[in-house]
């Protein structure tokens, strides 16, 4: 490992390795605080995936930049992700409501459109981003159809499964805000988000234009945020007072992919949202 590290490192000029640090947390890629001659930097390794895996991720990460603090990408290549070393630390009581109004400023930002310029990643599982003007139809074609099929196909969930989500598919016209798309981060759990030196950080995004409570619903699937978090939000980006009501339904996609990459112990879960609609 040091030597690929290290051959990393020469091929984009950031001096010799002197120090290796596994860094943990992550399900999907090996990453490693590197300390060189010239500085110190985080490197994802993950020789298994799409040849664009990184390049994407980086790409959403430039895509968040315009409007919040995220991890400056050093380099990209098929294989890795060299990004500035931040001693990040998990949201505290006091950053809490800094994050709550950092996502908002992220949510001003408006699209005419679901969906994004190409397709990227949620975990190692595409995410297509097929730019279209309906919510509805983003979700049915491009969320939870795709999912939906893959998970039978690989036996996770059964054909009596699979039609009773295609009648939850069916219903969600009635169901969804009427709102316009905005920038999200898409995969904002409290792993994805954190402060370094005060101020907060968001990373490993999966960016597209969706709704606003696709990343609401995502912080309370896993835990992780206060409700300082939730007050400053709502403070500067206001929801409909229905909006809880809809939570369970956005994170049917998170667990989807959550039950394609980890197995049946999501089963349940996924179930449980499907029987709460139909």
Known sequence: MQELLQQILKNNGLGSVENIQFVGGGSINNAFKVSTNRGNYFIKLNENTPGDFFAKEADGLQALSQVVRVPQVIAVGK?????????????????????????????????????????????????????????????????????????????LISQNDLKLAERLIGKLEGILPSESPTLIHGDLWSGNIGCHNEEVYFYDPAVQYGYREMDLAMTQLFGGFDQEFYDAY????????????????????????????FGSGYYRKVMRVISAYV
């Open 79 to 155: 294989a890795y992700l060299i990004l500035e070393y931040l001693n990040i630390q998990a949201l505290n009581k006091s950053s809490q409501k800094k994050a709550g109004e950092q996502l908002a400023i992220l949510h001003s930002i408006q699209s005419n459109f679901f969906g994004w310029e190409h397709h990227n990643y949620m975990g190692s599982v595409q995410q297509l981003n097929d730019r279209v003007e309906s919510g509805a139809k983003f979700l049915q074609e491009y969320r939870l159809k795709p999912l939906f099929e893959k998970c039978k196909n690989q036996g």
């Open 234 to 261: 709502l403070y500067n980006q206001p929801l409909d007072a229905n909006w809880q009501e809809r939570v369970p339904l956005f994170q049917l996609y998170p667990l989807l992919i959550h039950l394609l990459l």
